[in-house]
Each structure stands twice: as C-alpha cells, then as structure tokens.
C-alpha cells in the first residue's frame, strides 16, 4: 500500500489548508485512515481518524472544532480540511492506513505544515 500527501505548506496563523492523501488501494475495508503529526523531539500524535465504516471519527482535543477529517466514495483519497491554523499546529503531518485484521500500519512520507505567527 502506497501513500501520498499533498496540501501542505506555509500558512499565516487563522488560516486554512487542505491535506490530501492517495492511497494506492481501496481502503475502505481497512480498520482506519488517520493522519498524525510530529514535531522534532516529541512522539508522532494522532490527529484525526476515519473508521473503515466512516462513522465515529476521532478528533484530538486541540483540533476539535477546527479540522475535519473526510473520505471520497472509492476509499482511495482522504482529507483533512484544517481551519482557524494556530502556530501550535506547525508540524509534519502523516497520512497512515491500518489494516483489518493485521493490524499493519503504512505510512506516507509526510508533508510539512507551517503556520506563522
């Protein structure tokens, strides 16, 4: 499974981005789609997540409110529409797929999202 991020870049604080993620297979049935982020020195976050059946998302706190996590029809694109960007939120951010029932995590390259003060 291959995963390819896009949407990231330099944002001014209260702003907006779009992060994409391609997924080279139909993930529907996967347990989850996900994306985290990491900050140099801390351990990578979960920042929002789609079960395979599309209901329940997961928000941590510090996003809740302000991005929303999605998926297209074909299971193959997924998104995080972030809004009102705070310097907090500067980090690289990774698309991730586990699959059901392995439990295998993939992992994209990662993309960066900076947002200036």
């Known amino acids: 499974v291959q995963l390819v991020e896009s949407g990231g870049g330099l944002v001014q604080a209260g702003g907006s981005l779009r992060l994409s993620c391609v997924a080279s297979v139909n993930t529907n049935s996967f347990a989850f789609m996900g994306w985290y982020r990491q900050t140099p020195g801390k351990q990578r976050e979960l920042v929002a997540s789609?079960?395979?059946?599309?209901?329940?998302?997961f928000y941590v706190d510090s996003v809740k409110g302000r991005f929303t996590i999605s998926r297209d029809n074909s299971g193959t694109t997924m998104y995080l529409q972030m809004n009102s960007l705070k310097p907090e939120d500067t980090a690289v951010y990774y698309c991730c797929a586990r699959r059901w029932p392995s439990g295998m995590n993939y992992w994209g390259k990662g993309l960066l999202v900076n947002v200036s003060s």
């Open positions: 789609i079960p395979g059946d599309g209901r329940d998302m």
